[in-house]
C-alpha cells in the first residue's frame, strides 16, 4: 500500500508525497521550508520519510526551494539535465542543489528508487523541460502529470494505464478571456505549451479513464483564472456527457491551493 499527500498545489507553490511503509517520494518542492515543516508537524510525520526527490520542471512554483531541502536533509534530486540546468540558471531558487545530490534521469527510462519503479515522460510546457511521472509500487500505479500545454498520445497512454491520477486542471477559458492578466500572459496559459483547461482535463478522462482507474485528484488550479468548485461542475459535466459517473466509475477531489489535501491511500 502507498499514501499519497499534497502539501500544496498551484502557482503559490506545489509539493506531492508518496509513502510506503519504508520509504519516501517528494515530487516538487516549491513550498517554503518554513510551510514545509508545518505541514509535515501537523500530519505526523518527518523528512526522515522521504529519501529521495523527483522534480517535473524548474519553474520556481516547483523548484525554489529544492536546494535548500535536498542540501538540510541530504536527499537526491532526481530530474532531466535541462531541468537541472534551468534550476541553475533560475534565480528564484536561491540555495542551488548541491552537486553531490544531483541525479539525472531521462524521459521514458523506467528506473527503480527504493521501493517505487518509475518512468519520467514528455509533457508539453514553457519551462527548459517537463515530465509527468508513472510510478508503481507493488500493483499500485500511480500518475502525476501537471502544467500540460495540451494532452498528448503519450499522455493518454499513462492516464489509460493509472489507478491513481493527479491531473492539471488550471483554467477556465471564459475566467482568463475576462480577466486582468495581458494578454501575451493568456495568449501563454491559452498555448499548446501553456496550462490544461477544466474542459481539457476533463476529455482527457472522458476519452482515456479505463475501470482500474479509482481516484483521481484536479491539481494546479489557478487562483485568479479558476475555482475549485467550478473544476468540479465542469470535469463532471464533461464525464457525464461521456457516460462516466463521478463518484461511482472514479473519485474525484480539488487539490488545495496552499493547504494539504490530507493522506489517502492507494491500494
Known amino acids: 500500500m502507498m499514501k499519497f499527500i499534497a502539501l500544496g498545489s498551484g502557482s503559490s507553490g506545489n509539493c506531492y508525497c508518496i509513502l510506503t511503509e519504508n520509504d519516501g517520494l517528494m515530487i516538487d518542492v516549491g513550498i517554503g521550508t518554513r510551510s514545509l515543516k508545518k ?82 515522460f514528455a509533457v508539453p510546457h514553457d519551462s527548459s523541460d517537463n515530465v509527468g511521472y508513472f510510478i508503481t509500487h507493488e500493483d499500485v500505479k500511480f500518475c502525476l502529470i501537471t502544467d500540460v500545454g495540451h ?55 472522458a476519452e482515456n479513464a479505463t475501470l482500474d482507474l479509482r481516484h483521481v485528484w484536479l491539481c494546479h488550479l489557478s487562483e485568479e483564472n479558476n475555482h475549485p468548485e467550478l473544476a468540479r461542475i465542469t470535469v463532471e459535466q464533461v464525464l457525464r456527457q461521456h457516460g462516466i459517473a463521478p463518484g461511482k466509475d472514479f473519485m474525484l477531489e480539488i487539490l488545495k491551493r496552499k493547504t494539504p489535501s490530507g493522506f489517502f491511500e492507494l491500494k
Open 39 to 120: 505541514f509535515l508537524t501537523e500530519y505526523g510525520f518527518s523528512m526522515s520519510s522521504i529519501h529521495s526527490i523527483l522534480l517535473t520542471h524548474d519553474h520556481a512554483d516547483h523548484v525554489k526551494s529544492v536546494g535548500s531541502v535536498s542540501h538540510d536533509y541530504g536527499l537526491p534530486v532526481y530530474s532531466t539535465r535541462k531541468v537541472h540546468q534551468g534550476i541553475r540558471n533560475n534565480y528564484c531558487v536561491r540555495h542551488k542543489i548541491d552537486q553531490k545530490n544531483i541525479r539525472y534521469i531521462e524521459k521514458n527510462s523506467t528506473f527503480t528508487l527504493g521501493d517505487f519503479v518509475i518512468t519520467p
Open 151 to 205: 494532452v498528448t498520445d503519450e499522455i493518454k497512454s499513462y492516464i489509460q494505464r493509472a489507478n491513481y491520477l493527479v491531473l492539471e486542471a488550471n483554467y477556465d477559458p471564459e475566467m482568463l478571456l475576462k480577466g486582468t492578466y495581458p494578454k501575451h500572459l493568456k495568449d501563454r496559459i491559452h498555448s499548446e505549451n501553456g496550462h490544461l483547461s477544466n474542459y481539457d482535463c476533463g476529455m482527457a478522462l
